[in-house]
């Protein structure tokens, strides 16, 4: 059934999932849909949550979103889950602590399936962050799996980075070394009532410290305490994203922040497009050939791998 935008744009909830569901099939229908939307898309301010697991990030999420229905704001999560090695959709295991904020006016709650991605954002995550964004939803929090170097891609999909962590999970700030922390611009210690959350603070902020090179202009990031569950620290959290993004948008970076969006999304689908191109020039026949040299040791890998792209078509000379 054909998505309508009238219902899309007016707020339909059942049209809103349809929507996101076909962006989920990945089909033709989808890329006409996007193309559609992509006039409105661009004003909502995107935030990435990351951190390591037990963290407490889906439980501040849900303090933060409450805050804001509270608000009247048109807020919008995709938690994005591990892959169910069944179904190949989301686990949902973070979704269920949204319970109740789902069914409330101005809130959209969906899991997404990393479906595999290296950077732990799939094409489908990219797609539904535009749909949102294009429908009015302001901010639209990403969710990641975890924390790590895998994390990095949030930080072009996301205008605001923030980055959770806990004490009491072995060595917290082994996290913050991870490569992480170069990509955020809040910290946030949750979890502030356990022992050892002041001195995880202070490790994050000498590590800020250690890492910050003067530069005009720069957002000097804050390293935060918050308790989610009673929502110590949550308002002095959604003061410093909006600073953030008020930060962004008075220094030109938010611009520069969307045309790396785009430029990325588009290097990954032209990619994805020659990929799928590729068996055509490539056929199983050869790559089996080629593959047999190199197991009697005929062939070196490069140069396999060298033979099967001189199958590719060459470029046409460039006429004098």
């Not at 302001?138 to 949030?154: K, L, S, W, Y």
């Not at 605001?160 to 210690?189: F, Y």
């Not at 308002?235 to 930060?247: G, M, Y």
Request: net charge neutral; hydrophobic share 40%; glycine share 8%.
């Amino acid at each position: 059934m054909a998505i309508s935008l009238t219902e899309l744009r007016t707020g339909n909830p059942r049209a809103l999932a349809r929507a996101i569901s076909q962006v989920e099939r990945q089909d033709a229908a989808a890329e006409t849909l996007l193309a559609e939307l992509w006039p409105w898309a661009g004003k909502g301010q995107i935030i990435g949550i990351t951190g390591p697991p037990g963290s407490g990030k889906s439980t501040l999420l849900r303090a933060l979103i409450s805050r804001l229905h509270t608000a009247k704001h048109k807020v919008a999560l995709l938690a994005v889950d591990p892959t169910s090695p069944v179904t190949g959709g989301a686990l949902l295991g973070d979704r269920i602590r949204m319970t109740g904020l789902e069914s409330a006016a101005h809130v959209y709650v969906r899991s997404l399936a990393t479906r595999g991605a290296r950077g732990a954002l799939s094409d489908v995550t990219w797609d539904a962050v535009t749909v949102l964004d294009a429908l009015g939803f302001d901010p639209v929090f990403v969710e990641t799996v975890g924390a790590g170097q895998n994390e990095h891609e949030i930080r072009t999909l996301a205008h605001t980075t923030v980055l959770v962590d806990a004490p009491g999970q072995g060595d917290s700030i082994q996290t913050l070394k991870a490569g992480i922390l170069e990509i955020c611009d809040i910290v946030v210690i949750n979890k502030e009532d356990r022992p050892g959350s002041q001195r995880a603070a202070q490790q994050a902020k000498q590590m800020l410290q250690l890492g910050a090179a003067p530069v005009a202009d720069a957002w000097q990031v804050p390293v935060l305490t918050t308790d989610a569950l009673s929502g110590s620290g949550v308002s002095i959290l959604w003061e410093r994203i909006r600073a953030h993004f008020t930060h962004v948008n008075d220094t030109g970076q938010r611009q520069a922040q969307d045309e790396a969006r785009a430029a990325q999304r588009v290097d990954r689908l032209v990619q994805q497009g020659w990929a799928q191109l590729l068996p055509q020039f490539i056929t199983p026949d050869l790559r089996a050939q080629a593959l047999a040299q190199v197991h009697r040791q005929q062939l070196d890998p490069h140069s396999a791998a060298r033979s099967l792209l001189q199958q590719l078509p060459q470029p046409p000379a460039l006429s004098k």
